[in-house]
């Protein structure tokens, strides 16, 4: 039965997601003519329309990326692409610990391939088109392969080890795997802004004058250590401004794109940095580790539940019992949960949705509600972000509330 349920499954979770992606396109094209009234005075009508292309270009790009990315995942499992790989990498290695992690390369090299195409046009003929991308192809090719090394040196042992826990530690494996899993990602969260996001941008820590001073005090008011605030040359990529906190101890961060200081006036930056440190004391990292803590707990218990049933294999296209070992139940639950797990994502946006309005909110206490505004305003215009998304799509997709919704709210306050 396993076939059917995955073959309406995906077939069911793609529909949907073109039929956001289209329902998304038309509403942005059909509200295109008009600046929503609460941003006339400070939206051109030519900057809103500019909004209006991008967003319906990209969602045409999201529409085609879901159709490849659904016969991708049909090609690895029914079309039994998985099964060749596997078959591949036990030529190439053997067997035991260095098959299995040649087979998971051989798996994720193929599909950073195959999203590759995406990937190019949303760089160079989206982004480019609209003004945004700054990245030359050799760049571009430059970040892939770092990308790749950096991926493949902290993911091969920490797959190796997931390995090694399911084979090694008995029938209650699952347990230690997650506790690792949870452990790894952890660390992950202080070496990634330390020492991994530095091998892409330079970050410096934001220059002594008249903003640093003032915002100095901000800091001080919110209890966060000001060595934790940095800028990031984001200019060398992309048009694109931006801020966000991450990480927690020493890896505590909150970094600002270059693009975003040099369009934002001391006020709005103030306000933005407010915004951000109250995603830290709202400790809204920690429930996201919470729900990772959550979600990874019932992946395992499924995967330990799994692992040692045959139809799940044979059912999903990997028709060789030779290969039902732990890489290939791993390999196949991971890429297969996505499908089954696609109706929770309005719960998570709802979430994330959440404590930006908190941060919203600790922003108008600490500074000022229109200081606060007026920077979202420069921003959406300067990004293209559009102001009016499909209300149905963005309880789908949008980590930040809508546009009209955040600001009516801030100017509530
Ligand atoms: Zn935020």
């Excluded at 073959?7 to 949907?16: H, R």
């Excluded at 994720?108 to 590759?116: E, H």
């Excluded at 410096?204 to 003032?214: H, K, N, Q, T, V």
């Excluded at 991971?334 to 979430?351: E, N, Q, R, T």
Aim: some cysteine.
């Amino acid at each position: 039965m396993l076939t059917e349920i995955f073959v309406v499954a995906l077939v069911l979770t793609s529909a949907v997601r073109l039929w956001l992606a289209t329902r998304h396109r038309s509403h942005v094209a059909a509200h295109r003519g008009e600046v929503p009234l609460a941003f006339r005075d400070a939206i051109p009508l030519e900057a809103h329309q500019k909004a209006a292309d991008y967003t319906v270009a990209r969602a045409g790009l999201a529409r085609t990326d879901v159709i490849i990315g659904a016969l991708w995942l049909a090609v690895l499992t029914l079309g039994g692409g998985l099964q060749w790989m596997f078959d591949v990498a036990t030529g190439l290695a053997g067997s035991g610990m260095l098959r299995d992690l040649v087979f998971i390369g051989i798996v994720t090299f193929a599909s950073s391939l195959i999203d590759l195409p995406v990937l190019l046009w949303r760089t160079f003929v989206i982004e480019q088109g609209f003004g945004f991308n700054k990245m030359t192809l050799a760049m571009f090719f430059g970040d892939q392969i770092k990308h790749g090394l950096v991926g493949a040196a902290i993911g091969a042992p920490a797959v190796a080890a997931v390995l090694w826990i399911m084979g090694s530690l008995g029938s209650a494996w699952w347990v230690w795997a997650w506790a690792f899993w949870l452990s790894f990602s952890l660390a992950l969260m202080v070496i990634y802004p330390t020492f991994i996001a530095p091998l892409f941008n330079k970050f410096e820590p934001m220059p002594a004058g008249e903003l640093r001073s003032r915002i100095e005090s901000l800091l001080e008011r919110c209890g966060f250590r000001s060595e934790g605030l940095f800028v990031m040359d984001g200019s060398r990529r992309s048009a694109h401004g931006n801020a966000y906190f991450t990480g927690f101890g020493k890896g505590k961060r909150i970094v600002f794109f270059d693009t975003l200081l040099n369009r934002l006036g001391a006020d709005e930056i103030e306000a933005v940095l407010a915004h951000e440190l109250g995603h830290y004391k709202h400790h809204h990292i920690w429930k996201r580790v919470g729900w990772i803590a959550a979600g990874s707990f019932a992946f395992f218990a499924l995967l330990g539940w799994l692992v040692d049933a045959p139809w799940f294999f044979a059912e999903l296209g990997v028709t060789d019992p030779a290969s039902w070992g732990h890489a290939m139940a791993l390999t196949l639950f991971a890429l297969v949960i996505p499908v089954f797990s696609f109706p929770l994502s309005p719960l998570l946006k709802l979430m994330s949705r959440k404590h930006e309005f908190e941060a919203d909110a600790y922003a108008v206490a600490q500074t000022r509600a229109d200081w606060l505004v007026a920077a979202l305003v420069k921003l959406y215009r300067d990004n293209a972000s559009t102001l009016t998304p499909d209300p149905l799509y963005s309880q789908f997709y949008d980590s930040h509330p809508p546009a009209a919704l955040r600001v009516a709210r801030l100017q509530s306050a």
